[in-house]
T-cell receptor, first 114, second 111 residues
Framework: AQSVSQHNHHVILSEAASLELGCNYS??????LFWYVQYPGQHLQLLLK??????LVKGIKGFEAEFIKSKFSFNLRKPSVQWSDTAEYFC????????????FGQGTTLQVKP | KAGVTQTPRYLIKTRGQQVTLSCSPI?????VSWYQQTPGQGLQFLFE???????NKGNFPGRFSGRQFSNSRSEMNVSTLELGDSALYLC??????????FGQGTRLTVV
């Protein structure tokens, strides 16, 4: 069965600390991978996406993610977090060629202390 | 470009009633998907419509249905509401080569 799992449910960091959120997927065939962010009271926003090519993907707000096919992973990273990064982060996957059906991970709540 | 628009933003319904939610996708997007978000189950895929046809369906009972119109606007209907249907319902639109873009959602409360 298709699934996405996120390792950390709740992460607390101080400002300027580095961030890495884990994501693993289980999918048959070629996948597209995504990270979304949901700030308090706001809608889901696309941070970055991987379809093919360079496995290191850069997104908005200084985030990046690395696709490691051999590990079925797509971890999200940011070198230095800010208080404004406090939000919930979701990893998602879809079959290649169809982003209309996304399977989401459970989400990771990130709290950044000023 | 305008984003994905969902109406209404908030709804309160009584058990046993039915409800219809509406979604207007980003102009030019032909795929519209619906998701249910709850604290316990997270984000779960309901169904996807593409060019007025249901292309994918999640594991929800038949009380959950949808449709898409020729202008790509979509509606989702839930019949015989149960308390457990209380959730944030999200609509997303997408097109080939891009990710899915989400609306603000409709917060449904069943009492």
């Amino acid at each position: 069965a298709q699934s996405v799992s996120q390792h950390n449910h709740h992460v607390i960091l101080s400002e300027a600390a580095s961030l890495e959120l884990g994501c693993n997927y289980s999918y048959g065939g070629t996948v597209n991978l995504f990270w979304y962010v949901q700030y308090p009271g706001q809608h889901l926003q696309l941070l970055l996406k991987y379809f093919s090519g360079d496995p290191l993907v850069k997104g908005i707000k200084g985030f990046e993610a690395e696709f490691i096919k051999s590990k079925f992973s797509f971890n999200l990273r940011k070198p230095s977090v800010q208080w404004s990064d406090t939000a919930e982060y979701f990893c998602a996957a879809s079959h290649s060629g169809n982003t209309g059906k996304l399977i989401f991970g459970q989400g990771t709540t990130l709290q950044v202390k000023p | 470009k305008a984003g994905v628009t969902q109406t209404p933003r908030y709804l309160i319904k009584t058990r046993g009633q039915q409800v219809t939610l509406s979604c207007s996708p980003i102009s030019g997007h032909r795929s519209v998907s619906w998701y249910q978000q709850t604290p316990g189950q997270g984000l779960q895929f309901l169904f996807e419509y593409f060019s007025e046809t249901q292309r994918n369906k999640g594991n929800f009972p038949g009380r959950f249905s949808g449709r898409q119109f020729s202008n790509s606007r979509s509606e989702m209907n839930v019949s015989t509401l149960e308390l457990g249907d209380s959730a944030l319902y999200l609509c997303a639109s997408s097109q080939q080569g891009e990710g899915a873009f989400f609306g603000q959602g409709t917060r449904l409360t069943v009492v």
